[in-house]
């Protein structure tokens, strides 16, 4: 069972900066790949960026050039980091984590809120 602890969100000024961390602990050899996803009130959750565990990245392209998706395996950690927030970034943001092998499991942190002011 893998458990995930965000951290890293707050209130910042539009065009301003944070990073959230999200560590793993708990079956984390078996980690296929990490990511960071986000829900704005009234919207769905959606994909933000993902690194498998090879370090192949993938970002949403509404965020692609201001933010980075990063990851430390010796921590078990994956870093987002925020650059030239928008208040449209304004979500709570999910560390989500994949496992397994033939059959694969999602798991879920409990999220951070990032707010971004105008």
């Known amino acids: 069972q893998v458990q995930l602890v965000e951290s890293g969100g707050g209130l910042v000024q539009a065009g301003g900066s944070l990073r959230l961390s999200c560590v793993a602990s708990g079956g984390v050899f078996r980690l296929n790949a990490m990511g960071w996803y986000r829900q704005a009130p009234g919207k769905q959750r959606e994909r933000v960026a993902v690194i498998t565990s090879g370090g192949t990245a993938n970002l949403a392209d509404s965020v692609k050039g201001r933010f980075t998706i990063s990851g430390d395996n010796a921590k078990n950690t994956v870093y987002l980091d925020m650059n030239s927030l928008k208040p449209e970034d304004t979500a709570v943001y999910y560390c989500?984590?994949?496992?397994?092998?033939?059959?694969?499991?999602?798991?879920w942190g409990k999220g951070t809120l990032v707010t971004v002011s105008s």
């Open positions: 989500n984590a994949i496992s397994g092998g033939s059959i694969l499991t999602s798991y």
